[in-house]
């Protein structure tokens, strides 16, 4: 991902060891009772509720962008799903969710943000030309 010179604060955080580049997501730091709008406009491919860390619940979104079909734009830690696979989603304007999530521990953002901490939305692009490598975290 590239950082717009004339966008929002922004910082590149440490490695954290999984074998995927520093700029290959983004975790945005929100107002806790914002709205969680669709960060591309596209189809929906995947939505729904997965264990995060192996004990946490979470709803994720899974978009097929416009501009880049069969490339995947996968959005994390919010409440309220509010769309569902086939769905049109429209940048900025349709809601995916109702509120980011606050999560039950401490999140490496959290280190950066102001006290007390707000929530985080998190965001990757997966360009499927790029292998996936498994992290070697071993799952659950």
Request: aromatic letters at 8%.
């Amino acid at each position: 991902m590239d950082v717009f010179a004339d966008g929002a604060p922004w910082s590149t955080l440490e490695d954290r060891g999984r074998n995927t580049g520093r700029r290959t997501a983004a975790d945005v730091v929100v107002d806790p009772t914002a709205e969680i709008r669709s960060p591309v406009t596209g189809t929906v491919v995947r939505a729904g509720t997965y264990v995060l860390y192996c004990d946490h619940s979470d709803h994720f979104v899974v978009i097929d962008p416009d501009l880049s079909p069969g490339w995947e734009v996968k959005v994390f830690h919010f409440e309220g799903l509010q769309v569902g696979v086939g769905d049109r989603v429209e940048a900025g304007v349709t809601r995916i969710g109702t509120n980011a999530r606050y999560l039950p521990f401490v999140s490496q953002v959290d280190e950066f943000t102001a006290e007390p901490s707000s929530p985080h939305v998190h965001i990757e692009v997966i360009d499927p030309s790029i292998p996936d490598i498994p992290s070697g975290s071993g799952g659950c």
